[in-house]
Nanobody
């Protein structure tokens, strides 16, 4: 069974940083495009960043220059380094492989003073 477990969220002040982790299981991780998504209250889930099996990345315009996605295929783990956080980054963050598996529980990120 494919599973994604997110961690690393929390409460941070504007301008702060957080690093999210996503551990995948039940799949051949290294072959899949992986993505970080987020859903803010009252809004649709949106793609924040994605990374291919070879490490090519793309980002939503709203996070370019602030967030960095990376992966460690040996550990079946993906990361999202989030810097210069803004209140509008507040959301539940999820990870998932493209066209595989179901959504996990997510990890809450709250940016507030």
């Amino acid at each position: 069974q494919v599973q994604f477990v997110e961690s690393g969220g929390g409460l941070v002040q504007p301008g702060g940083s957080l690093r999210l982790s996503c551990v995948a299981s039940g799949m051949n991780f290294k072959f899949y495009i992986m993505g970080w998504y987020r859903q803010a209250p009252g809004k649709q889930r949106e793609l924040v960043a994605a990374i291919t099996s070879s490490g090519n990345t793309n980002y939503a315009d709203s996070v370019k220059g602030r967030f960095t996605i990376s992966r460690d295929n040996a550990k079946n783990t993906m990361y999202l380094q989030m810097n210069s956080l803004k209140p509008e980054d507040t959301a539940v963050y999820y990870c998932k492989a493209t066209n595989l598996g179901s959504w996990g529980q997510g990890t809450q990120v709250t940016v507030s003073s």
